[in-house]
C-alpha cells in the first residue's frame, strides 16, 4: 500500500510531464520524411534587374483643412422663450386743493409676477371602486369600511364593524 507522500510525488511527476509536453508544443518540430528525388534546384539571382519606364510616384499631402467647415447657424437651432414684459402701470395723483397733476413712477402689477408652479401628473380619482367580495361599488359607501388596509362588506362578512375590528385587531397581536 502506498503512503500519502509517494502517491503526491507520482501525480506531481505526472502533471510535470504534462505540463512539460504542453510547453514544448511547436519547439519540437517533428522530422518530415526525406524525398527520394531530392530539393529542385534553387533559382539563380540575375546580373541586373529589368528596367522599367514608369513614372516615379509623387505623393502629395492634403492641405490643411482645418477650419474650412461650413459654420452652423446655432441661433436658428436654439429658440428662446420669450420673456414676459411686465405690465407697468403709470398712477396718477390729483391734489384737490391746488389742481396739481402727480405722475408716480410705473409700479409692477402682481399679475407680472412670474407664478411658481410645480409640474404635477395628473391623477384622476376612480368613480366606482369595486368590492372584491360582493362586487359593488364600495366608493362612499355605508356597507363598506376598511381597517389596516382590510376592507369590511356587510354583505359577506355578517356581522357588525366593530366586532370584525377586534377580531382583526386580536389576530394581529
Known amino acids: ?3 500519502i507522500d509517494q502517491t503526491c510525488c507520482r501525480y506531481n511527476q505526472e502533471v510535470k510531464q ?3 509536453k504542453v510547453l514544448l508544443q511547436g519547439l519540437i518540430m517533428p522530422q518530415p520524411p526525406v524525398t527520394e528525388s ?5 533559382r539563380q539571382k540575375p546580373a541586373a534587374l529589368p528596367a522599367s519606364q514608369s513614372p516615379w510616384f509623387q505623393f502629395a499631402n492634403p492641405s490643411c483643412t482645418a477650419g474650412l467647415a461650413p459654420k452652423r447657424n446655432l441661433a436658428a437651432t436654439r429658440t428662446k422663450a420669450p ?7 403709470s398712477t396718477y395723483m390729483v391734489m384737490e386743493e391746488n389742481q396739481q397733476l402727480f405722475v408716480l413712477p410705473p409700479v409692477a402689477t402682481a399679475a407680472t409676477a412670474t407664478p411658481t408652479t410645480t ?3 395628473a391623477y384622476r380619482k376612480p368613480d366606482f371602486v369595486k368590492c372584491d367580495k360582493c362586487g359593488e361599488n364600495r366608493k362612499n ?14 354583505a359577506v362578512d355578517r356581522m357588525l364593524f366593530l366586532q370584525w375590528r377586534k377580531i382583526l385587531q386580536e389576530t394581529r397581536k
Do not use: D, V, W
Request: charged share 25%.
Open 119 to 121: 409640474l404635477k401628473r
Open 83 to 89: 420673456t414676459p414684459q411686465p405690465n407697468l402701470t
Open 38 to 42: 531530392g530539393l529542385p534546384e534553387a
Open 141 to 154: 359607501s355605508e356597507t363598506h369600511k376598511s381597517y389596516m388596509f382590510h376592507i369590511f362588506c356587510e
Open 18 to 20: 504534462r505540463e512539460q
Open 1 to 3: 500500500m502506498l503512503t
